[in-house]
């Protein structure tokens, strides 16, 4: 069935650098992707959707030139979290879009900032 | 607008005894429906999905769920439980399919031995 593929599964990293969360699809053309937010104990939030060659839709609350979503083929989307603080912190999850019947979650990524 | 309330935020059960987990829904249009299960550090698993086709939705690994517009519900249950079932679940409602997902704030089970 169809794969999306999350990288890396974990990562720390020190305050103030960036990081950056890979999302692909793997045997499907993804027109749009989503990434979720997670704090421990809570939902997923969406905080963007993104669509092939164009700008991310970001949700209310979510800084856009913190959250950097790349979104450059229908296969790959990339986050990248930029001068990470603490509060950064979370579990960060993509999902890949790739007709009105195919939605697929990656596996998360677990982002520790020290 | 759309949300979804997921009444318990715990669930404990014994293996072999039926599950249910519960789950109500407002929506100013007619919703798709999901249950979604995550085990611990793992993405997401879709189990089921209405999409406004038969109100009694059959899932994998024995789940299914009832949609039921009076009463808002699309509780999840499963005849018997099985230790693999220990995860959290989340019920998800979104417009069309795979539009804009909210999802409730879960429902941890637990399965007694």
């Known amino acids: 069935g169809a794969v999306v593929s999350q990288h890396p599964s974990w990562v720390i990293c020190k305050s103030g650098t960036s990081v950056k969360i890979e999302c692909r699809s793997l045997?499907?053309?993804?027109?749009?992707m989503f990434w979720y937010r997670q704090f421990p104990k809570q939902s997923l939030m969406l905080m963007a959707t993104?669509?092939?060659?164009?700008?991310?839709?970001?949700e209310q609350g979510v800084e856009k030139d913190k959250f950097l979503i790349n979104h450059a083929s229908l296969t790959l989307s990339t986050l990248t979290v930029t001068s990470a603080h603490p509060e950064d912190s979370s579990f960060y999850i993509c999902s890949a879009s790739g007709g009105r019947e195919k939605l697929f979650f990656g596996s998360g990524t677990q982002l520790s900032v020290l | 607008a759309q949300s979804v309330t997921q009444l318990d935020s715990h669930v404990s059960v014994s293996e072999g005894t039926p599950v249910l987990l519960r789950c109500n829904y407002s929506s100013s249009y007619s919703p798709s429906l999901f249950w979604y299960v995550q085990h611990p550090n793992k993405g997401l698993q879709l189990l089921l999905k209405y999409t406004s086709a038969a109100t009694l939705v059959k899932g994998i690994n024995g789940f299914e769920a009832e949609f039921k517009k009076s009463e808002t519900s699309f509780h999840l249950t499963k005849p018997s439980a099985h230790m693999s079932d220990a995860a959290e679940y989340f019920c998800v409602v979104s417009r069309f399919g795979n539009e804009k997902l909210t999802f409730g704030t879960g429902t941890r089970l637990t399965i007694i031995p």
């Open positions: 045997d499907f053309q993804a027109t749009t």
């Open positions: 993104s669509n092939e060659g164009s700008k991310a839709t970001y």
